[in-house]
């Protein structure tokens, strides 16, 4: 057996089907698994657990119950179990098995509660290949630039100040700020969004796969365009924090602002002017109520449950759906030699769901249909607004789909 980084094993696919591994498959697949995320960090074992269980042929396990399973000393939190489990899944999208080179054997975390799924199929093209062919050709690589928001500091206090202007930002603040803090206000970029960065990650470890160099730089690094005009370049992040994507799409019909994406130009049937994004309202008091009795209702109307029964709703209800709105474009340097890929939108996980979106052999199919590609080849240049919907917990987030809702061919000349 052996690990097969590319294609990665979609269950979305069509001639993809779940199936029910014999032990030993499992305990091949285990051993990939623990290889790529370590054996003895959470994530190992986390999937050791979960292994385990698929082995013994248990049923799905709660987040609080894989919590006291995999931490000894109980020293955890239900969000913390699912960062863990999030960080596994997107581990395990990129690891399959094949055993003849033909035959891709995967496995995936359900959303929960937590139980691993099977699945199988036969090696397709390599799609991703194709999308990032400039970056892969040899001896290129690539640079991947994400920008830092302007802070302000104050002591241990950080002023977070959404402009690049420093000399704009202080006159902001000499409205509502005392003279002598204003005075010692210290600027600093020491922040970035996760989103941004779990994003750099995910596309570092595909380089790195294929044995490929990624360089990740900040704007601060490079603060003209024209210091990346003789290199592959990919832009991560919104306008505000890295303004190049602002320059680099300037003259294109789709644009990522402040606030949301527009259509300057040719809005086609079916399209918007604006594509704003949409925020889940808190739930109201009759919903939590309505869920609470429902949920006391399907457990057999128990005395005594109205506080649990209450508590699990609002929990529930609280994890709401957001809509969110990213853009991905793809077009030639300054230089008119190399490419620029921008992932962009103003949710660091949009920007994520999207990366994802564009690593996924499936999605990539996906999109060079709606672009009218072949399958090993992608327009010279081309633009994509995507409807990212992310689930919102109390402290974290979960990507539940990406769905690209409008494209332009701007040069079809393929690559």
Not at 141 to 160: C, H, K, S, T, V
Not at 197 to 205: D, G, N, V, Y
Not at 371 to 379: E, R
Request: a neutral charge.
């Amino acid at each position: 057996m052996r690990v097969s980084t590319e294609p990665r094993l979609d269950p979305s696919q069509p001639d993809t089907e779940r199936f029910n591994p014999t032990a030993a498959e499992i305990r091949g697949l285990q051993r990939v698994v623990l290889a790529e995320v370590g054996e003895h960090t959470q994530a190992g074992k986390t999937a050791k657990f979960l292994f385990e269980r698929a082995i013994g042929g248990l049923p799905p396990v709660s987040a609080i119950d894989t919590g006291k399973a995999c931490w000894h000393d109980g020293q955890f939190h239900k969000d913390t179990v699912r960062g863990v489990v999030r960080d596994l899944r997107h581990s395990m999208e990129r690891i399959s098995e094949a055993g003849d080179g033909t035959l891709l054997v995967g496995c995936r975390v359900s959303r929960g509660p937590y139980a691993l799924e099977f699945f199988r199929t036969r090696a397709a093209n390599d799609s991703v290949g194709a999308f990032w062919r400039p970056y892969f050709a040899p001896g290129a690589g690539g640079i991947a630039i994400y920008g830092e928001p302007l802070f302000f500091r104050y002591g241990d206090i950080y002023i977070r100040v959404l402009r690049r202007d420093v000399t704009d930002a202080l006159a902001i603040l000499r409205e509502v700020l005392q003279p002598e803090v204003v005075n010692k206000l210290q600027a600093t970029t020491c922040y970035g969004s996760l989103g941004d960065f779990l994003s750099i990650r995910a596309l570092a470890r595909e380089f790195h796969a294929r044995i490929r160099t990624l360089e990740c730089a900040t704007t601060g690094l490079y603060p003209r365009v024209r210091g990346l005009q003789d290199q592959h370049v990919i832009h991560v992040g919104n306008v505000r924090t890295n303004p190049h994507i602002d320059t680099m799409q300037e003259s294109y019909p789709f644009a990522l602002t402040t606030t949301d994406i527009e259509i300057r130009r040719e809005i086609l049937p079916g399209e918007e002017h604006r594509y704003a994004d949409e925020d889940a309202a808190p739930p109201t008091h009759e919903e939590i109520a309505k869920r609470a009795y429902e949920i006391w209702d399907n457990r057999g109307r128990p005395e005594g449950t109205d506080a649990e029964d209450w508590i699990q709703a609002d929990s529930e209800l609280k994890r709401r759906v957001l809509h969110k709105h990213g853009l991905l474009t793809r077009r030639t340097n300054l230089d008119h030699r190399h490419c620029v890929t921008i992932i962009g939108a103003n949710h660091g996980r949009a920007v994520l769901g999207i990366t994802e979106y564009i690593l996924s052999p499936i999605k990539v199919r996906e999109l060079q249909g709606l672009l009218s590609a072949s399958g090993t080849t992608f327009p010279r240049e081309f633009q994509a607004i995507f409807r990212v919907e992310i689930r919102d917990y109390d402290s974290d987030c979960e990507i539940v789909s990406v769905v690209p809702i409008a494209t332009r061919v701007l040069d079809a000349t393929a690559v």
